[in-house]
């Protein structure tokens, strides 16, 4: 399997414009989770969802931030305005179903800048 | 809310010695504890994890140890190679059942010189 894919790798964007992250998770995974990771703050879970239903969406900093999961093998995590305080290494990871299966498998992340 | 300390922030050793990671979590109910390595530009991987039945886990030069009782676990890397140089996160997962979802650590970078 090819792992967890997330595209794009690298996002240099303008303040008020929209960004949009996309991620692929391992095929036959269920659950999916978008973080957020900054030198100040660490790994902040974002929002996760289980069988592409959103779960726990308490860690999504404002209205601004928007996640979908349309089907199971598709998601995306969407800025509308971004903001130069967004500007952080955004991860996707998933983790298959079931008891005892909480490992989560991280992707190579996107890169954000908000000028 | 639920919380995962991790000590030190920061940890040098020469190549060769041992390093150690400890991490203290407050949710009694938690019952699965991985170990990622986050090396430059790539994401967290795991390297080790462990669940509450089992007290510690060993795997080549890494192993981990768990206490329930005092809700600490840590990790140990033996004869520290420069290739081990990376940040190093701890996690607790949150609640008994599978709810899937985990708190990290802040993370350690450990260097490894030469």
């Known amino acids: 399997d090819a792992g967890v894919i997330q595209s794009p790798r690298h996002e240099v964007t303008e303040m008020g414009q929209e960004v949009t992250l996309r991620c692929k998770p391992i095929?036959?995974?269920?659950?999916l989770f978008w973080y957020r990771q900054t030198m100040m703050r660490g790994l902040e879970l974002l929002i996760y969802f289980n069988n592409n239903v959103p779960i726990d969406d308490s860690g999504m900093p404002e209205d601004r931030f928007s996640a979908k999961m349309p089907n199971a093998s598709f998601s995306t995590l969407k800025i509308q305005p971004s903001e130069p305080r967004d500007s952080a290494v955004y991860f996707c990871?998933?983790?298959?179903?079931?008891?005892?299966?909480?490992?989560?498998?991280f992707g190579p992340g996107t890169r954000l800048t908000v000028l | 809310g639920e919380n995962v300390e991790q000590h030190p922030s920061t940890l040098s050793v020469q190549e060769g010695d041992s390093a150690v990671i400890k991490c203290t979590y407050s949710d009694s109910a938690s019952n699965y504890f991985p170990w990622y390595k986050q090396e430059l530009g790539k994401g967290p991987q795991l390297i080790i994890d462990i669940r509450s039945n089992v007290g510690e886990k060993k795997d080549q030069r890494i192993a981990v140890t768990l206490n329930k009782t005092a809700k600490h676990f840590s990790l140990h890397i033996t004869e520290t190679q420069p290739e081990d140089s990376a940040v190093y996160f701890c996690a607790a997962s949150i609640g008994s059942g599978n709810t899937g979802k985990l708190i990290f650590g802040q993370g350690t970078t450990l260097q490894v010189k030469p």
């Open positions: 095929s036959g995974h269920d659950y």
């Open positions: 990871a998933s983790s298959p179903m079931g008891f005892g299966t909480d490992t989560q498998y």
